[in-house]
């Protein structure tokens, strides 16, 4: 897919043990991930950027070298699908510290996701998810009022099975810097107020998984009034990790038990873990055509022990 966020001339940088290609010229080559706010604010692309004026960008050290936390995202696009699934096919994909998140005995929660970022401090670039809710790592067998809490405070944990992303610099930050399990392939994503889809292709360039939808009716929201957070983890040499991210919604709506959707398995990574999970039913379509974000690094986290 073309855009205008991507350039044709690329420099290389260095992040850790690995020697990636960043848009000459872009974000991460002006700024490395320690932006000017007053020059973001005079993107046309950007809304605003009162969200980040609130946030403290921090330098620290990591497995990528030395770097800026947290990563902003200045204008975003996401569609969300949230699926019912078995708890058993969750539970048998989970590392034995982590349970399903269940809304129902014997029922959790899936999603498959979308993200177009077109403003970043590591430039343009798409990327695709499945995950699984999950309780809160120390937290005992309290499913249900967990659930609630989460909802209610737009607060969920999860774990993540697939992200395959289509730049360098997205996937070793991602795998190497947040233990996430990230892998660069042909990922198109397009999110408008009409129709959202996407079409991630699979290591031999035919197709992984495909996905298109209405889009649900927007409603605008100011800065600051819709912002919603998602714990997720990793283990990372046997160490666990939590990784912590703040949405700001400006321009989103959500459909339950969404009509016309269309989700296409092929042959692939992230088909092959959606159909392990089971899936039994969508239950709601959330997308977002503008938003913003602030990933922060991971920090180390204890886990409730196994049983």
């Known amino acids: 897919m073309a855009t205008s966020s991507q350039q044709a001339e690329t420099i290389e940088v260095e992040l850790g043990n690995h020697t990636v290609s960043v848009p000459k010229g872009g974000y991460y080559d002006r700024f490395r991930m320690n932006p000017d706010l007053d020059q973001v604010e005079a993107d046309p692309r950007v809304s605003n950027v009162d969200f980040f004026r609130g946030l403290t960008k921090t330098r620290v050290d990591s497995p990528i ?8 995202y200045y204008r975003m696009s996401s569609a969300r699908l949230t699926i019912l699934a078995r708890s058993s096919a969750i539970r048998s994909r989970l590392p034995e510290e982590l349970e399903p998140l269940e809304i129902a005995p014997g029922l ?6 979308f993200f177009r970022y ?5 430039d343009f670039y798409t990327e695709a998810a499945v995950g699984v809710a ?3 790592a120390r937290h005992g067998r309290l499913g249900f009022l967990d659930l609630v809490t989460d909802l209610k405070n737009d607060h969920l944990h999860s774990y993540v099975f697939s992200l395959p992303v289509n730049t360098e610099i997205a996937q070793v930050r991602g795998h190497d810097g947040y233990g996430f399990p990230k892998w660069v392939t042909d990922l198109d994503v397009d ?13 031999a360039g035919g197709l992984d998984l495909a996905f298109a939808a209405p889009t649900p009716e927007q409603t605008s929201f100011r800065s600051g009034e819709r912002v919603s957070s998602l714990t997720s983890y990793t283990k ?3 160490t666990w990790q939590s990784t912590f991210n703040q949405t700001n919604l400006l321009s ?3 459909a339950r038990l969404p009509r016309g959707v269309k989700l296409e398995l092929g ?6 873990d959606l159909r392990s999970l089971k899936p039994i039913k969508t239950l709601r379509l959330d997308v977002a055509t503008e938003a913003q974000a602030a990933l922060h690094m991971p920090v180390t986290t204890s886990v409730r022990p196994s049983a």
């Open 236 to 238: 990372v040499n046997g």
């Open 108 to 113: 959790g929660l899936a999603s498959v996701i």
């Open 118 to 122: 077109d403003v970043a401090d590591i």
């Open 65 to 72: 070298g030395e770097t800026y936390t947290p990563n902003f």
């Open 191 to 203: 999110i408008n107020a009409e129709t959202s889809t996407a079409r991630i292709a699979n290591d």
């Open 267 to 272: 042959e692939g990574r992230m088909s092959n």
């Open 252 to 254: 989103a709506g959500s």
């Open 134 to 136: 999950v309780k809160p």
